[in-house]
């Protein structure tokens, strides 16, 4: 028996390493360990009061903060039979494109980019894509300054509350936002051209009869959120049903719970949305979805940084109008709960893919908190991925630094955030 | 490397003649960093938010985003330096402070949640523009526990410091 270990996988969020056990030349089973501790979030805000919920739930990741405190937000409403003024809505709707914009540029082209050009990390990569690297960085920035303006901090904005917001942003900072997304566009554009000229390997094509789920978000466009859940064999499922179909499980190796939908691993994240939603597109985004969508992004899940690519220049893209409509509208006040007892789930797309909140209120205190992060959802596929890839590689010949290589590329491009899916463990004494 | 802790003779004139020494030209900035609820983690931004009073235009902290804080500092015109203020584990006693000039970063790696210093050094370099990170060695790093009184001290003495230098070069 021999072991390809990669202890400490690298340029991902959290402490995760691969092991791959082989046995002569054949591969006996690939794992996705996750070394982070675990947090018991769930258990943390039992007893707690909805408000002080969604303040603490974030800090759970600190750079899908926007999207666990929308989803926890939207969930509690739903919980407390709240429906949020429009202005919030479409203020919340600006906050994700600006998470969206931070995480998938730092992704694709500081994370996953210089495996593609064969350099062992960005500050490698420096010298000969100076203006790429600091194109990586601007939209960062940019992303991060939308999170600031509408959530009130680039980490852990406090300005999203249950029912509204504390403060809406300004109309002289909307407009400002406004302008730089015009202006960016372009740097938005490179990262698609960028992704797009790059050889896929092949080695990560693997068919398979998995799924891919997404939000289905409302009024058939394309957004973060919903209160449906799309799967790529057409089905679909409301929120609500989520531990149906993700089947949440323990096993050994590993702090994160893991899911499968219909004892099938399946894929959450950029590419499934693009899967599912990408016909939604418009504008520059929908011509590029359609110059370099293929059947190949079914079965590779290396496709996924170009989806996030594209992502980048539809929240550029939808910008404008997003601050328009903001700023068009009077400061709403905060909508207040017509009830104290109740259930509701959340389920937004964080950069990574679905995550979902599910609260069930008892006499205004959480008496029960779920969440279940797209990594945790993911987990398995990777896996299994990761073992039908290494497989093919062995079989073809290949050296084990090519082999490891290939893996890290793989878990990668899923942009696993594993901090994020630790907390997620049930303790078990006997 | 320069440790303030051992440092022979007047501590606090060493440090400031160390600090000079790496800078280059030109005004300094300081980019303080760490997570401020977990004590001594956050003393670069507890030093950045003390020179924030004085120096509104030249500190920083994590809170206002460090690669953009970086990218405009390196679109600046003219010479300058950059000083990365950050709690390290050096395995010296609690509020050593460590000088490591920018060429000698070794803090290569980026996740999710940050991005390297090395790579923040690389790009003010090519800018004409020098760094250096300023390590202190943390007493504890427990959640919402008070700064310990070494690091608070050390925090004190690169305040001082870092003011007579930016007094006189900003």
């Given at each position: ?34 070394h982070e501790g675990p947090r018991l979030i769930e258990q943390l805000v039992k007893g707690m009061k909805p408000e002080d919920d969604v ?67 960005a500050v490698a990569m420096l010298n000969d894509y100076t203006d790429d690297v600091k194109r990586a960085l601007k939209l960062k920035k ?209 950069p990574r893919g679905v995550l979902y909140h599910h609260y069930e209120l008892k006499d205004g205190l959480v008496d029960v908190a779920d ?60 | ?170």
């Amino acid at each position: 028996m021999k072991e390809l270990n990669i202890p400490a996988l690298a340029r991902v969020e959290g402490d995760g390493g691969i092991t791959v056990t082989l046995d002569g030349k054949k591969v006996k089973s690939v794992t996705l360990d996750v070394h982070e501790g675990p947090r018991l979030i769930e258990q943390l805000v039992k007893g707690m009061k909805p408000e002080d919920d969604v303040n603490v739930v974030p800090r759970i990741c600190a750079i899908c903060t926007l999207s666990h405190k929308f989803a926890a937000i939207r969930g509690m409403e739903k919980a407390l039979a709240i429906t949020p003024p429009e202005k919030a809505v479409l203020t919340r709707e600006l906050m994700m494109l600006g998470e969206n914009i931070e995480s998938n540029s730092l992704h694709t082209m500081l994370l996953a980019l210089p495996d593609f050009l064969g350099y062992p990390s960005a500050v490698a990569m420096l010298n000969d894509y100076t203006d790429d690297v600091k194109r990586a960085l601007k939209l960062k920035k940019f992303g991060n300054h939308i999170m600031e303006v509408t959530s009130g901090r680039i980490v852990h904005g406090e300005n999203p509350v249950i029912g509204g917001f504390g403060k809406y942003p300004s109309k002289k900072a909307l407009e400002e936002i406004k302008t730089k997304s015009h202006e960016m566009l372009p740097d938005a554009a490179r990262v698609v051209e960028l992704f797009a000229s790059l050889e896929i390997p092949t080695y990560a094509d693997v068919e398979s009869d998995k799924v891919f789920m997404s939000v289905d978000a409302p009024k058939k466009k394309f957004h973060l959120y919903g209160d449906e859940i799309l799967i790529s064999n057409g089905k679909d499922f409301p929120a609500d049903d989520y531990k149906k179909y993700t089947n949440e499980r323990i096993v050994t190796h590993s702090f994160a719970k893991r899911s499968k939908y219909n004892d099938k691993t399946f894929m959450v994240g950029a590419n499934a949305r693009m899967i599912n939603m990408g016909k939604r597109l418009d504008g520059r985004a929908a011509d590029l979805f359609k110059e370099h969508f293929d059947k190949r992004w079914f079965r590779n899940p290396l496709f996924n940084n170009l989806a996030q690519a594209i992502e980048i220049v539809w929240a550029m893209e939808s910008l404008p109008e997003a601050c328009d409509r903001v700023a068009s509208m009077d400061d709403p006040p905060i909508e207040q709960p017509s009830r104290k007892t109740g259930s509701g789930t959340g389920a937004v797309e964080a950069p990574r893919g679905v995550l979902y909140h599910h609260y069930e209120l008892k006499d205004g205190l959480v008496d029960v908190a779920d969440i279940i992060t797209p990594t945790a959802q993911n987990l398995d596929d990777i896996e299994l991925h990761m073992k039908l890839v290494a497989e093919r590689m062995l079989a073809e010949g290949k050296k084990d630094d090519e082999v490891r290589l290939g893996l890290e590329m793989i878990a990668r491009a899923y942009d696993p955030c594993i901090s994020c899916a630790t907390h997620l463990v049930t303790l078990k004494r006997l | 490397m320069h440790k303030l802790r051992h440092a022979p003779g007047d501590p606090e004139e060493a440090l400031r003649s160390r600090l000079e020494s790496v800078a280059g030209p030109g005004p300094v900035y300081v980019l303080g960093l760490g997570y401020a609820d977990k004590a001594d983690d956050g003393a670069g931004v507890l030093l950045a938010e003390t020179l924030r009073k004085p120096f509104p235009e030249f500190s920083f902290s994590e809170h206002d985003g460090v690669e953009g804080t970086v990218l405009d500092i390196s679109e600046r015109e003219g010479a300058a330096t950059v000083f990365f203020v950050d709690a390290a584990e050096l395995g010296e006693a609690p509020g050593t402070v460590l000088v490591v000039p920018g060429d000698m970063i070794d803090d290569r790696e980026i996740t999710t949640h940050r991005v390297a210093v090395a790579l923040m050094a690389a790009i003010l370099e090519r800018t004409g523009k020098k760094s250096a990170v300023i390590c202190i060695q943390p007493g504890t790093i427990r959640f919402r526990a008070e700064v310990s009184g070494p690091v608070s001290s050390a925090v004190e003495t690169l305040s001082r410091v870092l003011t007579r230098i930016m007094r006189e070069r900003n």
